[in-house]
């Protein structure tokens, strides 16, 4: 089975600039997060849904960010204007909430974002 | 809210050896579950065990196993005959009835010939 699929790979771009993040959770999954990492902050999450519906978006930095999950195989992390301080890896994961509770979230490989 | 504690910033274990990765948390929460995540150089975020709370014995998966201890809130990670695609950074996360993984700020693991 594919796992979660996060694309670019890598993204460079300039100040001022749009930027997308696309996630493809794994099928049947039907919890979505988006972390972002840095050295100085480790691991954040940022918003998560569940069904397709944000649940919990305290995590978004500011207005700037914005997330959305159109359907249950696809979800977009948009970030508008860049700053050279949104610079991290993003990180998109996907879990099942089985009979017995919350189960382990799968990563995806991560968008490595440097803003200039 | 939910921490969990990660105090050793790095450790090194000889190839073969075992070793032990600390980790603490706190919760309100009643029904929760722990995993260890290993984070290669290459950033994967890779699942190594996971630990139901309302389940006394301890979680082994091949060399790694925990040593749970629910009520100091402590969740230990033991590697035993280390290798050395063993080496990267390791995560102890938490996670609630929220469903959101709370991280800690992760271990440095080298491993040494």
């Known amino acids: 089975d594919a796992g979660v699929i996060q694309s670019p790979r890598h993204e460079v771009t300039e100040m001022g600039q749009e930027v997308t993040l696309r996630c493809k959770p794994i099928?049947?999954?039907?919890?979505l997060f988006w972390y972002r990492q840095t050295m100085m902050r480790g691991l954040e999450l940022l918003i998560y849904?569940?069904?397709?519906?944000?649940?919990?978006d305290s995590g978004m930095p500011e207005d700037r960010f914005s997330a959305k999950m159109p359907n249950a195989s696809f979800s977009t992390l948009k970030i508008q204007p860049s700053e050279p301080r949104d610079s991290a890896v993003y990180f998109c994961a996907s879990s099942l909430r089985g009979a017995k509770g919350n189960q382990p979230q799968h990563f995806g490989d991560g968008t490595r974002l440097s803003i200039l | 809210a939910q921490t969990v504690t990660q105090s050793q910033p790095e450790m090194s274990v000889q190839e073969a050896e075992t070793v032990t990765l600390s980790c603490t948390y706190d919760t309100s929460e009643s029904d929760y579950y722990l995993f260890w995540y290993k984070q290669p150089p290459s950033r994967q975020m890779i699942l190594v065990i996971r630990q139901e709370a309302y389940k006394q014995q301890n979680a082994t998966e091949n060399r790694f196993s925990v040593n749970f201890q629910k009520a100091a809130k402590s969740f230990s990670l033991k590697i035993s005959d280390s290798q050395l695609g063993d080496a990267a950074m390791y995560f102890c996360a938490l996670t609630g009835t929220a469903s959101k993984l709370t991280f800690g700020t992760g271990t440095r693991l080298q491993v040494t010939l």
């Open positions: 849904f569940n069904n397709n519906v944000p649940i919990d």
């Open positions: 099928s049947g999954h039907d919890y």
